[in-house]
């Protein structure tokens, strides 16, 4: 009998478990709503709706990476190298984690992914990056990042298309 989930997604999900834990250790302090950040005072709120989130980029059907169905999926050209895929998440949002479903195709990854972060949609700062993997590639950022817009680009060849089922942030 086939375990219903793999042991790597099971240890992402108790990684992300694990920062989430830790939030308030890691910088950001609540203070009603607001949340103090780096120094600096910053009116955060949850994770917009995906629904809502405006995305970009050189990948085909970009829209299909938050339409709520793993079995559709944005797809780049079969080089990919320094493809990249925007989200306007339309508000400032923290959040510690991003993970890519790549859906049906098993072999839709990058073999080396960054997330870079903005609060204006003009300056980008990398906050991690880290090999893909099948099915899905969690990348889990130590401490929480407030943004607005996310970026997603691939660093390095995969072994075949980049495939974006599913884009979910945490």
């Avoid at 050189?58 to 320094?82: F, K, P, Q, W």
Wanted: glycine content about 8%; some cysteine; charged content about 20%.
């Amino acid at each position: 009998m086939k375990e219903p989930y793999s042991k790597s997604v099971l240890l992402s999900v108790l990684a992300t478990v694990f920062a989430g834990c830790i939030l308030l250790c890691s910088g950001c302090e609540p203070t009603g709503n607001l949340y103090l950040h780096r120094g600096a005072r910053f009116a955060a709120s949850a994770i917009s709706d995906p629904r809502t989130w405006r995305l970009s980029g050189e990948i085909r059907d970009v829209r299909l990476a938050v339409d709520g169905d793993r079995s559709t999926a944005a797809v780049s050209r079969l080089i990919h190298e320094n493809t990249s895929i925007t989200i306007d998440l339309r508000k400032a949002c923290l959040f510690n984690a991003v993970f890519i479903h790549h859906g049906l195709m098993t072999d839709g990854y990058c073999g080396r992914v960054a997330v870079l972060t903005s609060l204006d949609g003009r300056t980008y700062t990398p906050q991690f990056e880290a090999p893909g993997t099948p099915t899905v590639t969690s990348l889990l950022i130590i401490k929480p990042v407030l943004a607005r817009y996310v970026r997603l680009k691939a660093l390095r060849q995969g072994p075949g298309a980049w495939s974006i089922a599913e884009i979910y942030l945490q």
